[in-house]
């Protein structure tokens, strides 16, 4: 390869933030027309590095090339004038406007000469994006109706909606079915053929080995490795990444399940229409669908912040009337929400606050805070879940992903919930981490809690679950067992 | 709960069909505009003054000041900031204006106009910088100037000074064809233009987009900070043009006109469905909410409430529109 | 009959000898409008509160105040200010800040007459002699105008105009434009016009006719709103008697029924109160057809005087009523001289 | 690990804690200097630094202060509450019209404070049970209230002696320590401890920060903000009885404008609008600062308008510097 098709070129970068070196010298380069995975676990500083590109951040020192050309990134708006568009791992949607507009956002499109903002073409055009991405979204539907899911769709689109040089992607297929991967993964096809660049970041071993051509991998804001995708394979990606050999990605214990502790008669809330099932001690019930398909708004309902129409939720055979979180979480349940920004964390409030907000009322006697106490429990889960921050004091605003759901699950961890309930428990996390809470929930199961687990990631679901109810349009499809399951009869339940 | 729902959507299909143009998804006008309607019956009933070419003449003069001021103050709220500032800002153009004009033909009345349009801006412009650049928040900053530029208008109290300048006199008080107010034409022509401006221009876009999540605005590459300024300039050129039309109204400059507006405005702008915090309005919502806020008063004189009472009855009214339109608009209940 | 009458002439001449004497003579050095012949107030201090800085009335008050001060060889350093903003509670803390600085004599010029009194305990605990303005102070000597009186004057004068313009029956309308923030006192103003209308021609007559507006905190804006308000409700007026608490008030009100269109001199019967700078314009331009003058220029002429008799432990006559007049446009220039 | 990691964060903690307030205070110290060196040169004596000054001055704002601490807490949670002036305007009506109908002074004490609470409780609901924005249901309220009090007045002021309302804002303790500026005092230590050490407080920053986040973890958003509304209704009308026993005095007009002193206060405290955000000590600060700067000025003589840029230009430099400090912190970082 010459040089002169090295459309990127990202040379030493640096960047300390507070107690943190996010990025140490990284350098990394971009063919033209290739798809560049970025590997690394969480906090090894991929963001980091494509919000620098971005000029989301400034880097501290390093830099970059743009076809051979010295380029200072300073604010977004340069960075997109020289073509480089990303979606944000965040989700970035303004909810008051509509899909359409979301998609155009700061770029409008004008009627030729008066400048006017053209909605009939904004709107067709959205719909042909949109529809590219295969899903059924009104262009002018409002974006506070839309769920995680069809949000993240709108995010792709809009990364999409204007020729770009270089294309970043910060996990676009975390909050995304198996389907929506495919289609998004024929769009990143078309375009390679146009010549874009592609950076691909993602936890999803499976899809770098799919649709990347080479994968860099960094560890704690240093890079480790570029390889060729084709000349590698996941145990040696994996180890480079967490600097240790994996045996198992998916490690599965045989824990006895034992009697019935929640059982769900005829649910129908919002977006649930009529879902039995009973969940036992021990047990790891996995819930799989498609977007759209109910099942956020099932364990929404499950923990009483979606209001039930009708239906009984028994537990411990006893019948109980779940009317609020509050009720929920006293009856022992906890819930890992699929948006841990929106409704996971206090993002300004320190990792400690965090971690022990569902049972402020044990952080001692009466009417005060012990801090000590407070601190020491914090601290605890902060080692036992090995979440990466400087301090227990540290707003997890600044926490990577992978750690910010390490301090959610905390959370329910310290208030002794027995069933838990984790909405795409492993979104944006990597594998050392995945592990670690397939363990955790596998510890919690013989402790003697029960766990439903919602995923959209089939090899996750097939070998963590030990059964799994399928949903479609809010209702129950089918189920199997652990044994039964096959992506096949999954994919066509969820279809149905 | 279910009916409310479906009077909720049908309300919307309302809106949706016949304001399209002015309103944004999601607007309160609707409920706004039966409110009024209901208000419309009561006074009409109770007096039949109350629907007449000279009533509404009043009304729409004595909202003329308010609704001036509203325009500015709705730009900068749908853009996430606040403006407290106004009304000192409306008194010192005035002041200002009514003193230059009071040697007659000293200064040519258009030069005037000129200097107090300018010296809105200005004002608007430092809010703006302060807000901006310096990076306070826009309560304090304009509850700052508030106070200071108030505090200057005291400078001229010893001077009296009565307006006999034609045009300046005929800004606030004429009539067109003896039957609708100058001022309304301003109303009418202003809320248009700007609605037009936010529908129809990316720099309007821009405006929600920066109220509804400016750290997005950023990452999408539009220049938050030059529009946030451009649009308390907006505000500052509103209240001083809402300035002139005061001492036209009011026939003479003083340093205390215009004290108190900015709450008489913020209630008709919230009222009128714009977010505070910013990301939603529209200046449809912002008329029928001057509406209102206007008849209110002069609905109770009609029915001559005690002058104690008046107070009571105007309070109530604003609650129970807000809450009426809360409940209209609660799409899914609330939460939290 | 006359012996009462020689009895009480016997006695106020005694009582000046006996008390009122320094007072009456400084009086004179004041009226004189011109450095005092003894510099009196020299080596005193002097607190004054205003009830509203800023509206002419109250400036031409301090004004003359400042003037009399120096002309009485005062030290302006040493005549403490704080403005009241038509607030009470603002009223009650300028107190405390003044009484901090022990004056010798403390003018109180506050609009709530009864939260004076507090005022007028705490003074009178670190014994230093009040002097009321315009509201009465418990215990204290009271200078100004007697609010019902003058609003009487007032009342008598419109009513002269209506007859003049073919009796009360040509009239539709009387209209007062009052200020209910401003507490009881300064509703005097405008139901002692009231009265006077009550009692020439009879309550019944007079009570459907009348018409009383709230015109906010005394200033034009709120006036000018109320009055349109009052206009479109009753668009049959045609003939009115217009009325209101202070010239402000009045210019926002005029200013509203010429917006209206509805403006003629010859049929609006304008009688206002206070006659400051503000006042005497409208006059002049023929707005307003009287104006009963409360003379702010002059207050000084009162206050001063008064003051240095307390520092001098002399008396001081419990009533000092400016002696108002009716101004109209032939006898301004009498009282104000054209500019 | 553990322990170190503990040791740091604490440092650390101590670092955040106090930092603006801290400037705060030191704003106060210097005004406070400049005023008493000013006086000492233009009068030749100290009118300042007297009892004689500093004490009434205190007592003057005691309620001030007392209803600031409140609101304090209730911004926190991103909620207003713009009624407070009027519901000062109501109680104080109402104390004078009950004493002057001869009810006993601890009973009328404790009838205003329960409308202060009905009043809290129907501005929660509509706010929390409705979902009206509070900044607007709030300067409707107001208005309601102030129109209660001029109706039950009739417009006019009423005195209000009483030994129990009397003490309320006049008596002393030791002597000396007037009785309101004990209650002030007791209110920021309440308050203080809410904020800092206790679990409602926690959870008040918690439902400033992200209330969807606090109520997925069973906190009840808005049973805490209907609480909070409460006590803004119990301590305005607690404001209220101190006023009317302060001016001996019950009028409508009592309480007019006072929502934005206080809030000023507030914000010049350190508080976001936004909620989250925000110390009890910083809104002591705040209050302190704005009511010395008035007294401090009006004993130069200073004219009322000047005294009101002067305000207002304090109130932008003090909120300025604190922001700037702020962006130099994280750019050295
Ligand atoms: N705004 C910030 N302020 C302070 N520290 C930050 C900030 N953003 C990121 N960091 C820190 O920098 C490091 C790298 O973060 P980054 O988000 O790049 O990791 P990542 O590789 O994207 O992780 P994930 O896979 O979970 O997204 C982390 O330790 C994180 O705590
Ligand atoms: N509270 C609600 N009110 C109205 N509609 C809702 C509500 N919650 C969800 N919906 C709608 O119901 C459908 C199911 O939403 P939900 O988020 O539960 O699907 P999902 O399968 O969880 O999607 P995801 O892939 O994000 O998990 C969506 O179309 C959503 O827009
Ligand atoms: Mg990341
Ligand atoms: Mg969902």
Redo the contacts between chains.
Sequence with gaps: MTENNIVLKMEKITKQFPGVLALDSVSIDLKKGEVLGILGENGAGKSTLIKIL?G?YIKDSGEIFIDGEKFEIN???????SGIR?I?QEL???????VA?NIF????L?KTGL???DWKSMVKKSKIILESLNVDLNPKA?M?DLSVSEKQVVEIAKALSKEAKILVMDEPTAALSEDDTKSLFRIICTLKEKGVSIIYISHRLKEIFEITDRVTVLRDGKKVKTLVTAETNTNELVSLMVGRDIKEMYPKREVPITETVMEVKGLIA?GVNNISFNLKRGEILGVFGLLGSGRTSLVKALFG?N?IKSGEIFIKGKKVSIKSPRRARDSKIGLVPLDRKMEGLALALGVKENITLANINDLGRGFLINKKTEALKAEKWADSLNIRTPSINTEVNSLSGGNQQKVVLARWLESGSEIIILNEPTRGIDVGAKIEIYKLMQDLCEKGAAIIMISSELPEILSIADRIIVMSKGRFTDQYTKNEATEEKLLSAACL | MNNLEAKNSKGKNLSKKFLGLFT???TPTPSLIILYIIMAVIFAVS?D?FL?I??F???F??FAVYGIMAAGITIVMIAGGFDLSIGSIAGLVGIVSAVLLMREGFIPTPLVVIIALVMGCVMGLINGL?ITK????P???T?????????????W??L?P?IYNDFIEGL??K?LG?VIPYTTIYIVVIFVILSLIL????F???I??IG??ES????????VDRIKIITYVISGLFAAFAGLV?IS????G??????GAE?EV??IV??GGV???G??GNFLGVFIALLIIGSI??GM??M?V???????????L??FA??LD??RN??????? | GCTTAQAATEKTVAESESGYALYEQLRGYAQANKEWPEKLAADYSLAFTNIM????FC?SVWQNVQDQWKFAGGDPNKLYYADNQYDATMGLQNADILLAKKPDVFINFQFDSKVNSIISNKFSAANIPIIAVDVPTPGAPFMGVNNFQVAYMAGEKAIELVEAAGGIDAIDKIILM?M?SGGEVVMLRSEGFYQAFADKYGADKIDPMTI???GGAG???QA???L????????DIENAVLTSVNE?TM??C??AV????RWDPEKWIVVTQGCD??GQ?QLR?GLTDASVAYFPEKYGEYLIPASVALMNGALVPPFLYVENEVITLDNIDEYYPAK | MAETRLQESNKERKKVGISNTLMLFIVLVIMIAFFGITSQIKFGQQFFFSILNIIPMLSNISYIGIIACILTMLLITGEMDFSIGGNIGLTSCLAALLLSKGINGVLVVLICLAVGILMGVFNGF?VTR????S???T??????????G??LS??ESMLAFNPVIDYLGRGTIFKYIPFPIILFIIVIILTYIIMNRSKIGRRIYA?GVN??A??LSGTN??GIKFLLFIFCGAAASLGGLILTSLSAVGMPQHGQGLE?TV??AV??GGT???GGKGQILGTLAGVLILSILYNGLTMLNI???????????V??LV??TY??RQ?RALRRV
């Excluded at chain 1, 970035?92 to 509509?98: E, H, S, Y």
């Excluded at chain 1, 956002?105 to 409008?108: A, F, K, L, Y």
């Excluded at chain 2, 529908?199 to 990316?202: D, L, M, V």
């Excluded at chain 2, 609660?330 to 939290?336: A, N, T």
């Design positions: 971005a989301n604010n977004p708006g340069e960075a997109m004038a990303v944000y970035n949607t303004l909810n008051n406007l509509t507009e956002i700061g770029e409008q004008v400048k006017i903002v409002v506070e919002e912040a209001p | 944004q998804t999601k007096n003054n007449t000279v009533n003449k009043g009304i003069n004595n302060i310096v990076g306070i928040n309560i304090i900053t509850l700052g100037t508030l106070a200071t530029i108030r505090g200057i208008c005291y400078f109290a010893k009296n009565r606030g008080r009539f003896n529908k129809f221009t990316r309007g876009r821009d929600y987009t509804g999540n997005l605005a950023r990452l999408a590459g539009i220049k005061l109204q009011l026939g003479s003083r340093p205390e006109y215009g004290d709450l913020l209630t919230v009222l977010a505070v915090g990301g939603k008063s002069n004189v009609m001559d005690p002058v104690y009472l008046r107070m009571v009855v105007k309070g109530a604003l609650v807000i809450s809360a409940i609660r799409r899914r209940l609330q939460l939290y | 800085g800023g509206i002419p400036e009052q209910p009383r507006g709230d200033e034009a804006e000018n709103q109320a349109t308000d009052i206009l479109s409700a009753n668009p402000q210019s926002g005029i200013a010429q917006t209206a269109g700078e503000t314009q331009d | 509509i409705l979902g009206v924005n900044i607007i249901a300067i409707g309220t107001m208005s309601i209230w102030r129109g209660i001029y109706t009739n417009g439902i209330p969807m606090s109520y958003v808005k934005l809030v000023s914000i010049l976001a609008l936004s004219m009322y308008f000047y005294i009101q840029i002067i305000r207002g230009i109130l932008i909120v300025a922001e700037i962006s």
